[in-house]
């Protein structure tokens, strides 16, 4: 342990077994997640809200709850401390007077998952991997390929050929090796885990390793940052695997050991696509785990997660907070990407316009009130689905010369 890092180690979540935080790990032997632990005594004298102003503006501000050991063991691309922004036209329209969104679409690579995969390859590079491989929807591929060539790592992605060309695109330009793959993230996770222990790939799957939820807990610590050392009364998250909605949890938690909030804790309020929904269908009938999803029909590809492997753990933070869950269909997404846009001009992509189409739904059954305090997670920038969107605009001839010019 290092003043740097209060990590201690590594603890399944399931069992409650401990393990060393001084090597590779994926899932636990009983198969599952691994959670990190850290001495939250060593943590609460330095890690201070008052002490942060003079830090870094990037997630590594808050580098005593995070895994690497020192500075340079930080592989960064300056991801984190992303905006805050008040919506009010964008509330009016829902009925809610107090609307924000935190707009993720600012990080490296235009999306959250900068945030997990810069913990998560800082500690792939420390703990001796050479190189890394990812099942990405999209998103995920495209932060790890930036991740693995800023630390000087070899990445090989799996994409489903039917995820946007941006994502395909931006793998490719950071050197990785991408292999597009005729089916969902799910079986794109399957040949990573087939070929990986042969190929000598540390695999860096959602939940496989520990460290990408660590770097999404951050949200929670900026949340409270933002809103001046207070919380959000709902949290409204587009959940595919859970990272976020999970790491966001635990945050709370480490929070309240640290003394930086008592026993409250916003509400958790996940959404996910009709066309694919193990999370909303496994709260609804009251089960403590989630199904695989078979066929999922949603073409929003970061919530295109059919088995949810930290199940337990969202339906748990989701239970525990006293949130819900909603499903909406594509095409309410795609309109609510309109919607968001020209009220305030955030480019919002389709995942985080899923929770604007939740909203108004979750406003109609009284889920949230017109004056409490709303965060929505905008996960990634519009831009990175700019092929997606229909652009329906005339096209007309230039003016003739002589006007042109006279
Ligand atoms: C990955 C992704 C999600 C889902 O994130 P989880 O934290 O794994 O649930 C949502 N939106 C976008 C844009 C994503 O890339």
Excluded at 135 to 153: D, F, I, K, M, S
């Amino acid at each position: 342990m290092s003043g740097y890092s209060a990590l201690m180690e590594l603890e399944c979540s399931k069992t409650g077994e401990r393990f060393p935080a001084d090597s590779l790990h994926n899932l636990s032997p009983a198969g599952a997640p691994l959670l990190a632990r850290y001495d939250l005594e060593a943590a609460a004298r330095t890690l201070r809200p008052g002490a942060l102003a003079d830090r870094r503006a990037d997630m590594w501000r808050y580098h005593e709850l995070l895994p690497a050991p020192s500075a340079e063991a930080v592989v960064s691309l300056g991801e984190g401390m992303t905006p805050l922004l008040e919506a009010p036209r964008l509330g009016a329209g829902l009925g809610l007077g107090r609307l924000y969104i935190k707009d993720e679409g600012k990080n490296p690579t235009g999306s959250f998952k900068a945030r997990g995969m810069s913990a998560a390859v800082s500690m792939a590079r420390l703990l001796g991997a050479g190189k890394i491989a990812v099942p990405t929807a999209g998103n995920a591929g495209g932060a790890a390929a930036a991740y693995a060539a800023r630390a000087g790592l070899e990445a090989h992605i799996f994409v489903p050929a039917d995820a946007p060309a941006v994502h395909k695109a931006e793998c490719v330009l950071a050197g990785a090796k991408v292999t597009e793959v005729r089916g969902t993230i799910y079986h794109c996770g399957a040949l990573v885990a087939r070929r990986g222990p042969g190929e000598g790939w540390f695999d860096l799957s959602t939940f496989k390793e520990p460290y990408r939820a660590e770097g999404k807990k951050t949200m929670a610590f900026e949340l409270f940052e933002q809103l001046n050392e207070e919380l959000p009364d709902a949290i409204v998250y587009p959940t595919g695997g859970g990272t976020g909605l999970v790491a966001m949890w635990k945050a709370f938690g480490e929070m309240e050991a640290i003394g930086w909030i008592g026993s409250e804790r916003p509400r958790m309020i996940s959404v996910q696509a009709e066309g694919c929904a193990p999370l909303v269908r496994a709260l609804e009938a009251g089960r403590d785990e989630a199904t695989l999803w078979e066929n999922p029909t949603t073409r929003v590809s970061g919530l295109r997660a059919p088995k949810v492997l930290a199940d337990t753990l969202c339906l748990e933070a989701i239970r525990e907070s006293g949130g819900t869950a909603a499903a909406v269909p594509d095409e309410a997404m795609f309109e609510a990407q309109r919607e968001a846009g020209a009220a305030e001009g955030v480019p919002v992509c389709p995942e985080g316009a899923a929770c604007v189409a939740a909203l108004r739904t979750l406003r109609e059954r009284g889920a949230v009130d017109a004056d409490e305090r709303i965060v929505m997670f905008n996960t990634a920038t519009a831009l990175k689905y700019a092929d997606m969107a229909a652009v329906d605009c005339p096209i007309v001839d230039p003016l003739p010369e002589q006007e042109e010019t006279g």
